[in-house]
């Protein structure tokens, strides 16, 4: 069985930034695609960023320039890097991994973490 955890999340003032972080854990023998995706009261999740294997990045287009997706393959784990917060970027952070256990492929997702952007 594998597992994400995401962490970092928390409550910060418009303009600020945070760190998120999603560790991948379990008998995990390889991980693909790794992405973030957020989630605001009675919208519709939506994804933020991804990265693939080999660390090629895309973007929604409103977080395009404040957010900055990476991952440490030795690590297992994935990051986001949010800068410019706005209130708008209020939501629930999803961590979804694409992750090789034994001979088949899961599409994991994590537990989210809340970010809250407000002075």
């Known amino acids: 069985q594998v597992q994400l955890v995401e962490s970092g999340g928390g409550l910060v003032q418009p303009g600020g930034s945070l760190r998120l972080s999603c560790a991948a854990s379990?008998?995990?023998?390889?991980?693909?695609?790794m992405a973030w995706y957020r989630q605001a009261p009675g919208k519709q999740r939506q994804r933020v960023a991804v990265?693939?294997?080999?660390?090629?990045?895309n973007y929604l287009d409103s977080v395009k320039g404040r957010f900055t997706v990476s991952r440490d393959n030795a690590a297992n784990t994935m990051y986001l890097q949010m800068n410019s917060l706005a209130p708008d970027d209020t939501a629930v952070y999803f961590c979804?991994?694409?992750?090789?256990?034994?001979?088949?492929?899961?599409?994991?997702w994590g537990q989210g973490t809340q970010v809250t952007v407000s002075s």
């Open positions: 379990g008998s995990i023998v390889a991980i693909n695609t």
């Open positions: 979804n991994a694409n992750i090789r256990v034994s001979s088949l492929w899961e599409n994991v």
């Open positions: 990265i693939d294997h080999a660390g090629s990045t």
